[in-house]
């Protein structure tokens, strides 16, 4: 069983949502982000999604694509990505790390070759944005050889027979995108996603994540009595991108807890 | 002998090409690739398409031989296709027509674009304008600057030009908040890309849109010497121009289909846009998998060309394909040879040709030189440079 799926069970058991934020890794500077990603935990997280810097993040809106543009002037890149997970893990080895980006730095590195390198970092699961079931069958096929979990993103227009094309090729749990549109855009119509998750549940057993629109502690809790998991992306990135050098633990912190506190007290439905 | 028949079902050109989106663009695309497929070969389509390639557009484009051009150079005799001609001053129009006539037909009451030097915001803008449809033009905000005639001119036309600030702010980045845009408001939108890239459909969809070119350019040409020519040249930034006139051509045998490459200050000084003849390697971007120019971490790098059109780091996934299965070849000319060619036909015909045609034009003269009197070489004359005089006057120091 991968830690991903591990987690999972545990949260199950104990009647609990995961709470899985997002940052972009060297965003707002290399430095910080082994410390963050060890604030994150000590502050609720679950799981952490580490975005790979692109220089073309089309799925993105402007506060997750300015975080890639800043970790991008210190030239983060994947092969820089996967040493912060290293460092992560000397001294975190329960927390799963799922990476999420672009396809096309995979690319240049190759899927096999990927594969080992993420194994080697001790990477959980990969979130490739613009990797459709369609397009990617071998750098699956690779991931899974290697118990790394592939997640993939289901949407609001996602058709059915389409949700099962997905959730075959699937693992550690699916994310579903509660919002048309880009990372970081307007409101969570919180009805029409759960009518969406329940519908998802119908046609797997894999966990479900929700993410896009999550913003503060009440649309955290809202969500959390519906999904596995709730992604919070764009508003951690805010606090980021709003913090300096000195503030910085304490605010994602502060934001963290807020969450925290509303995803553990949504009663399940 | 087996004819070309690509791409495949979903859009691979061999290894290039795909369909390679997030999942919230998955639906529009499917949706977009059942209508193309349902009216590409629609006689009521196609003649309503005609209809406005003839009476709005002005084709067919005439084939002109440039002979004192000819003469000049002293080799093969240059023909110009004359898409120059064209209503909006380029090939861009034939492409607009055909998506925007398609987005009528799917109750898109509103279209978007980006575009670079602004030719193909401008023919989106035009047609749009033509049809009673909404116009939003992305464009990085560096073009904006640079191109304020072509920014003026679609305001005219009733659009309206959103600056885009993100990246290198320029096509690549107008390109990534067009796709934003359209998975934001599918609903009611339809997105004319301007080239033979993006996902499938668009590579497919925009070449044979562009394919008028090369078949009246075929026709024309047994008109004209009563033979094809021994070679046609085209410029590529993203490829439609080239794709329209070479893709008639694919299974005419002894037809050479050449390539022209922005190579900018040089191709080894890294400040290009030639990402096939540097020999970049094959990446994902926009929706396919093409040759392109990135680092090493697979992040997209800066490209240079004193042409905004040719300004691209990768090229649609059919010329990616052509060149795999060298049945075209890819070449790349300078900026200071562009401007050379630019000059001569300036002078030498009386036709101010676009600085991406100078492209080709270049390459067609050193071509030519090197080939009989009795020979042929067919020019792709893809725009008028009208929209260029200021980057000219500039780079000669001259105010207008």
Redesign the interface.
Known sequence: MSRIQATFKTLKQQGKTALIPYITAGDPHPKHTVNLMHTLVKNGADMIELGI???????D??VI??AS?RA?VH?V???AVLEMVKAFRQTDQATPIILMG????????GAVNFADRAKAADVDGVIT????P??CGEFVKELRARDIDPV????P???PS?IDL?VNQASGFVYY?SL???TG?ANLDIAEVSQRVASIRKQTNLPVGVGFGIRDAVTAKATAAIADAVVVGSRMVQVIEASNDENLLNNVATLMLELKAAVDAAVKI | MKLYDMPDA?GHFGQFG???????L???LDELRLMYEKYRHDPEFLAEFAYDLKHFVGRPSPIYHAKRLSDKVGGAQIYLKREDLNHTGAHKINNTIGQALLAKRMGKPRVIAETGAGQHGVATATIAARLGLECVVYMGSEDVKRQAPNVFRMKLLGATVVPVE??SKTL??AL?EA??DW??N?HNTFYIIGTVAGPHPYPMMVRDFQAVIGTEAKVQMMEMVGRQPDAVVACVGGGSNAMGIFYPYIDVPNVRLIGVEAAGHGLETGMHAAPLTANS???????N?TY?M???????IETHSVSAGLDYPGVGPEHAWLKDIKRAEYVAITDDEAMAAFHNLCRTEGIIPALESSHALAYAEKLAKTMRKDEIVLVNLSGRGDKDINTVAKLANITL
């Open positions: 810097p692109f220089s073309d993040p089309m799925a809106g402007p694509q300015r543009e991008l030239k890149g994947l092969t672009y396809a096309n730095p995979i690319e240049a590195i944005v613009d990797y459709p369609e397009e993939f993103l289901l949407s227009t996602t058709e389409r997905i995108v048309k549109g880009v855009a | 979903r795909g369909t390679f989106v997030a999942e919230t998955v639906e529009a993100s990246g690549k980045d990534n796709m934003r998975v934001t599918v390697p094959v990446g994902v971007l926009h929706g998998r392109l990135q680092d090493a971490d697979g992040n997209i």
